[in-house]
């Protein structure tokens, strides 16, 4: 058994390593740029770099790179080793504060929406110190954000980081309206739980679609799946209690937060869950965690999914983005209180979180689109596109009284009165979790569960303060201005509870009910990724942005290509690959077990004179139907796919895509469906759902 305090952070340049390696007056300096954002001089940096670079090569390393996050959606690095030649033809052993605080990657090559020419390929990475440096394998990483040579941000750290502070500083000012002026910060936290899958490296090996997207295109249903709701919290096997024991150790000595371990819904899913970090911290472990949890399972003969659906039919992969927001002095400020000044102080935060997913919907929906989620939105185990928010019974009820100005309990006949009345104890958990919700709130945070399993949660995460804090701008502004601050106050959470109450559904958002119930309320139900992009660039989503300074019109406008740019390349990857595989395995196997049936049915009647061999003939017509209606949707399939490719405009051609291509997919994929279990085991073209699923 691993030493789990020893081996915690033993990987991670942090404060404790950090105050016994370097010289008093520097790591005071250094921490006072990591508390208030002062930034760091040049001989600090040279003295943190060398303590750095010493320790690094303590632990092993031999080269260091600056750690990013492009807009790829994984992360990148670009590797130099710490070796500097010296006069008498050896080497020393050298890394700068220069080297520490700046680098600079070829970014020609990286997603830009093309509004960079190829030619324009400086690009620049800053060392982001807020989140800790490690060792990976032979290196030091270096977390940075990343930067065109016009300043323009090519990453998904810089928004996030840029979000986090306007959001500090909104807070702040709404904080001090309440008469807390002692608070420097205010930080958002995330704890991000994780799904996935794990199969069989050999069986995965010989799955062309998953090899090249990551998600089965073909599978019959297996004759059992997850009906018997036997997979979840169910003992682990051994082998993935190898794998977790080995992922935890790795994570541990990397500073990740592992917490919880367990089954998920579906046979072969599990999920790992982190104690809540700071936002970018968090966000940075996350994109660390989904690398090493690859990287892990091939060392156990195993290959980690992370695609949100990689198997039809059963539960996809999502990842729950646990958000709040505290205090420096360590106040939670979606936690009740338990006076009425904190309580009145609740109430705003918590009106202010309604207000802008409300307003926004949008947004929210856009920063967790992608191909592969549009799978799973809205599927039995994921909640639906409409973005809708849960607040549980109890809550519910007290802003039904707020809004109304009806008696909370109706014993006392007594109205709410903010800033007066005591909230009536509001536990964590006091009702049941609704799955269901997209966006639920469970006591203390909101538990964003829109986010696909392979996201990087820098987008979501940067749309959600963004728009938390434009909202707390405006009632900073409002009460500010205010000659009664407590009338006001009440006045104001009364007015936006009432102007925004469509958006609180603590229904079943799975039931057929609610698309045309939310419909009714002006909900907006933005299916796929072409329907939420087409929402990206309207002027109130550029005003937000641009003037809150998160991201500039032209970052905007590059998010927007990339984001229709890469759907279109994952559905003609995965229309290559579907061809590919009925042409090349579907129908010679087809063929192949045809022609066995057919010769056996020869030798029968060969051998017993005047047999009908009726089974074997209607199989063998029920097969040539069903080869020959997959080989016409295949051909309906390509022809929809040329023309989708054919669109000149991006968004004509990713309409296009949703609108004909992933219907035919969805067609072909019936008729080989229906032919797989008809397929003699000897000629099957690849291994099924039952061998991916319960082979482990």
């Known amino acids: 058994m691993s030493n789990i305090p020893e081996i915690f952070g033993s990987n991670v340049f942090n404060q404790k390593v950090m105050q016994e390696l370097l010289p008093k007056e520097t790591f005071k300096a250094l921490k006072k740029t990591l508390e208030d954002g002062t930034p760091l001089k040049l001989d600090v940096a040279n003295q943190v770099a060398h303590a750095m670079k010493d320790w690094a090569i303590s632990k092993g390393a031999t080269h260091f790179t600056h750690w990013f996050q492009p807009l790829t959606g994984i992360t990148a690095e670009k590797h130099d080793s710490f070796i500097s030649p010296n006069a008498d033809g050896g080497i020393i052993m050298e890394f700068s504060g220069k080297e520490l605080v700046k680098g600079e990657p070829d970014a020609s090559s990286f997603p830009s929406g093309g509004h960079r020419a190829t030619f324009e390929a400086r690009g620049y990475t800053v060392w982001d110190p807020t989140s800790y440096a490690f060792i990976k394998d032979h290196s030091l990483c270096i977390p940075t954000a990343f930067c065109s040579y016009t300043g323009e941000a090519l990453d998904k750290k810089t928004p996030l980081l840029r979000s986090m502070e306007i959001l500090s500083r909104e807070a702040i000012r709404v904080l001090n309206l309440f008469g807390n002026t002692s608070v420097k910060h205010v930080a958002t936290t995330v704890g991000p739980e994780q799904e996935y899958f794990l199969v069989d490296e050999k069986l995965y090996s010989q799955r062309k679609d998953l090899r090249m997207t990551g998600r089965t295109l073909f599978g019959a249903k297996p004759s059992k799946g997850q009906e018997m709701d036997d997979q979840y919290f169910a003992a682990i096997k051994p082998r993935i209690v190898k794998f977790m024991e080995d992922l935890n150790n790795e994570l541990w000595s990397l500073g990740i937060l592992s917490k919880t371990e367990h089954n998920e819904v579906a046979p072969a899913q599990h999920e790992m869950a982190p104690i809540f970090s700071t936002t970018n911290l968090s966000a940075d472990q996350n994109q660390l965690t989904m690398e090493i949890m690859k990287k892990v399972a091939g060392r156990h003969g195993l290959v980690c999914l992370l695609h949100e659906k990689p198997f039809a039919g059963l539960n996809g992969s999502g990842k729950h983005n646990n958000w709040s927001m505290s205090t420096n002095e360590g106040e939670n400020l979606l936690e009740p209180g338990d006076t009425p000044a904190k309580n009145a102080q609740f109430l705003l935060f918590l009106t202010a979180v309604i207000k802008a997913v409300d307003e926004n919907q949008d947004l929210l929906r856009i920063s967790v689109a992608s191909a592969g989620n549009d799978h799973r939105l809205g599927a039995n185990e994921a909640p639906p596109a409409i973005i809708s928010m849960y607040v549980g019974d109890e809550l519910q009820a007290v802003l039904e009284s707020i809004k109304n100005g009806t008696p909370y309990d109706d014993k006392t006949k007594q109205k709410m009165t903010i800033g007066v009345d005591v909230l009536p104890p509001i536990p964590k958990d006091s009702t049941d979790r609704n799955r269901t919700s997209p966006f639920a709130f ?90 939420a992009m087409g929402e990206y660039l309207k002027p109130k989503n550029v005003k937000l942005f641009t003037e809150l300074g998160v991201y500039t019109e032209q970052e905007m406008k590059s998010h927007y290509d990339i984001k229709l740019e890469k759907y279109c390349q994952v559905l003609n990857i995965e229309v290559e690959t579907m061809l590919e595989m009925i042409n090349k395995d579907i129908l010679p196997a087809s063929f192949k077990y045809m022609s066995a049936v057919g010769e056996t049915a020869a030798r029968i009647k060969a051998v017993v004179g005047g047999a009908k061999c009726a089974s074997e003939a209607a199989l063998l017509a029920k097969l040539d139907g069903l080869t020959d209606a997959l080989a016409a949707k295949a051909e309906e399939l390509s022809r929809k796919h040329l023309a989708a490719k054919q669109q000149s405009d991006i968004m004509a051609c990713a309409k296009a895509y949703a609108a004909d291509v992933i219907p035919a997919m969805a067609e072909a994929r019936a008729v080989a469906d229906e032919i797989e279990p008809l397929i003699g085991e000897d000629c099957k073209p690849f291994p099924s759902y039952e061998d991916l699923l319960f082979r482990i």
């Open 442 to 531: 469970t006591g203390n945070k909101f538990e964003f569960r829109s986010c696909g399993s392979s996201l990087s949660i820098s987008g979501p995460n940067t749309t959600l303060n963004a728009i938390v804090a434009d909202v707390l701008k405006q009632f900073a502004d409002e009460l500010g201005a205010a000659k009664d601050f407590d009338g006001a106050l009440q006045t104001l959470i009364r007015r936006e509870i009432t102007a925004h109450w469509r958006i609180v559904f603590n229904g079943n958002g799975y039931d057929a009910g609610w698309i045309s119930e939310a419909e009714r309320r002006g909900l907006l139900n933005l299916k796929t990724l072409p329907d």
